[in-house]
């Protein structure tokens, strides 16, 4: 059965981090590519970032490069979303999900498998 679990979620103050991780389990880590998704209320989910299943290649959108890292450690299965100068905008559920399409990126429909989410708050 495949897992996929997001944790490290919180409330934030403006320009603080967060590091979201993604534990994952039942699959072949390192065939999959794993994406971050967001979805803020009243929103679209939307697609952040991806990391190949190497390590070797990520992708971000605009609005979150430069402060926004993801990374992953194929030993321990997991996967990281490290935040900083947080912003109220990014304010949204945050998911992990897992492809092994190959460069599927931002099509968010070649995601086979996702997580629960974990709810991110920013606010003073």
């Known amino acids: 059965q495949v897992q996929l679990v997001e944790s490290g979620g919180g409330l934030a103050q403006p320009g603080g981090s967060l590091t979201l991780s993604c534990a994952v389990s039942?699959?072949?880590?390192?065939?999959?590519?794993i994406a971050w998704v967001r979805q803020a209320p009243g929103k679209e989910r939307e697609w952040i970032s991806c990391?190949?299943?190497?390590?070797?290649?990520?992708q971000y959108v605009n609005s979150v490069k430069g402060r926004f890292t993801t990374s992953r450690d194929n030993a321990k299965n997991a996967v990281y979303l490290q935040m900083n100068n947080l912003e109220p905008e990014d304010t949204a559920v945050y998911y992990c999900?897992?492809?092994?399409?190959?460069?599927?990126?931002?099509?968010?429909?070649?995601?086979?498998?996702w997580g629960q989410g974990t709810q991110v708050t920013v606010s003073s």
């Open positions: 999900a897992a492809s092994d399409y190959g460069g599927a990126y931002s099509r968010q429909d070649l995601y086979d498998y």
């Open positions: 039942g699959l072949i880590f390192h065939y999959y590519d």
């Open positions: 990391i190949s299943g190497s390590g070797d290649s990520t």
